[in-house]
């Protein structure tokens, strides 16, 4: 399969392999992701979600953060059944306090943000984006900082794989953990 062809749950299942070899060493098992969609007021987070989760039904709003999940089984395998636990910010800007639930010291791991940017609205693009990554950073440092104090080595191993996938002067590698 090309990498044009591919689907985002072939995508996601590649990941979780690859993700499974790398926890090997670490114990944590964990076999469920999170992902968290943030953005733009009806930039088409739930959209996005609908077909993920393959599903044909209108979108409503989203009144502030809602949660669902996907089940899904790799075709032609036995595996077990891949979860995602997937969590919408509505609001915009407004209501990031919200992201206390789903990122957290538990989640950190396995989670993975989605930003999504209402390119119509030029206007209002930049400081969409630039208060969401600061509201992200502050989550995700608190997080680490809790997972640092109950578990120091994960949290180690988590901050040398990030300089290891992007390197250390990446603005991924400069998170505020304080060990």
């Known amino acids: 399969m090309?990498?044009?062809d591919k689907t985002v749950w072939s995508l996601a299942i590649e990941e979780k392999r690859r993700l499974e070899i790398e926890r090997e060493d670490d114990g944590s098992g964990a076999t469920e992701s999170s992902i968290i969609f943030v953005g733009s007021k009806n930039a088409g987070k739930t959209t996005i979600i609908l077909r993920f989760l393959e599903r044909e039904e209108p979108p409503k709003p989203t009144v502030a953060l809602e949660y669902t999940y996907g089940r899904k089984q790799a075709r032609g395998t036995n595996m077990a059944k891949s979860v995602a636990h997937i969590w919408e910010l509505g609001?915009?800007?407004?209501?990031?306090?919200?992201?206390?639930s789903p990122i957290n010291e538990s989640t950190i791991r396995t989670a993975t943000i989605a930003i999504v940017l209402d390119l119509s609205r030029p206007h209002e693009l930049f400081l969409t984006l630039e208060t969401l990554l600061k509201e992200?950073?502050?989550?995700?440092?608190?997080?680490?900082a809790d997972l640092s104090t109950r578990d120091a080595r994960t949290a180690e191993k988590m901050k040398k794989q990030a300089w290891k996938k992007y390197g250390?002067?990446?603005?991924?590698c400069s998170l505020d953990i304080h060990m």
């Not at 250390?168 to 991924?172: C, S, T």
């Open 2 to 4: 090309s990498g044009s």
């Open 91 to 100: 609001g915009g800007t407004l209501l990031t306090k919200l992201l206390d």
């Open 136 to 144: 992200l950073r502050i989550r995700v440092n608190k997080a680490l």
């Open 168 to 172: 250390e002067d990446h603005p991924v």
